[in-house]
């Protein structure tokens, strides 16, 4: 196994004939992460859309709490999912309870976790996510939950709006003696996340990165979401340029076919460690599962004409 293979699934072989990126981009589609949220509905979307054999993701926010992304967590997992849950820092109280969770989700059959501080005002003894990653450390280590074997953590290619970007450097090198990879926040610019994977890989960051893509959503949810979590010099390109953030509603504005093609030589070259997609949703599963068929089946007939 590579420095930065992460062993998800039996591999995939790309199309005869298909140039690198092409290949690299296909393998990525065939199997990308899907990040859902623990809402009504979810459950059903997931069920009837997402390949059983798709890693899943699902998020945490402090107004629904922990419960709801553990209990779809449990569900989806039963009915055969490879889920990866959130764990918000923030919404855990103390060591005792963290310990439980672990416990719980290995219980559901989960392996595989990811680890964020959260949004909200702590509710414990956890304020950020270096801090209860230590803990995990030191329980994993204890023998707790040993069957939690991946410890993912987030990425920021436009930096964090509260948090000065030495430290978000300093913060993941201290992550990456507890995590197994870094999946990257969304960001609408492929330059900016090729520039953030060749920083990190500077700053000492070996593990394996999964970049980070919105998928073909409702653009007016899209639009809310990108103001709500402030992501960077995206959302100010947006503001900047004719209408805004307007620009993200109207023809032509975020297409993720384009921006997925324009990250496929970060995938294609094994140096980079760029090791797959994590498609953020925002709720819209199906229209993205749409797309990603519509994308692949491109590739494979651009792979045959060639």
């Not at 074997?149 to 030495?166: K, L, S, W």
């Amino acid at each position: 196994m590579s420095e930065f293979t992460v062993q998800t699934a039996d591999p995939v072989s790309p199309d005869a004939g298909q140039d690198p990126a092409g290949a690299a981009l296909s393998m990525a589609l065939r199997r990308p992460r899907y990040e859902v949220l623990p809402v009504a509905g979810t459950l059903d979307q997931v069920e009837q859309h997402v390949p059983s054999h798709f890693p899943v993701t699902v998020t945490a926010s402090p107004r629904r709490g922990l419960e709801a992304t553990l209990t779809l967590t449990e569900t989806l997992s039963m009915r055969g999912y490879q889920v990866v849950p959130h764990l918000a820092a923030r919404s855990v109280v103390d060591e005792a309870q963290l310990a439980d969770i672990l416990q719980r989700i290995q219980a559901a059959g989960v392996t595989d976790a990811f680890v964020i501080a959260g949004d909200g005002h702590p509710v414990g003894d956890f304020t950020d996510s270096v801090g209860m990653l230590t803990v995990i450390h030191r329980l994993r280590r204890n023998g707790a939950a040993p069957g939690v074997r991946q410890i993912g953590v987030a990425g920021y290619p436009e930096g964090h709006p509260y948090i000065p970007n030495v430290e978000l450097g300093r913060a993941l090198l201290a992550k990456q003696l507890v995590a197994t990879y870094v999946v990257s926040q969304m960001c609408f610019d492929a330059t900016v996340t090729s520039a953030w994977v060749t920083g990190v890989r500077r700053q000492g960051i070996r593990l394996p990165l999964y970049v980070g893509v919105t998928g073909a959503v409702d653009k007016l949810k899209l639009l809310r979401t990108v103001r709500r979590i402030g992501i960077g010099p995206s959302a100010k390109f947006l503001r900047l340029h004719r209408n805004g953030l307007a620009r993200l509603v109207v023809p032509g504005g975020y297409r993720p076919s384009r921006l997925v093609r324009a990250l496929a030589d970060d995938l294609a070259a094994p140096a980079r460690g760029v090791v797959g997609l994590h498609v953020y949703t925002l709720g819209d599963v199906a229209s993205t599962e749409r797309w990603r068929r519509r994308m692949l089946d491109q590739l494979i007939d651009e792979a045959r004409d060639g």
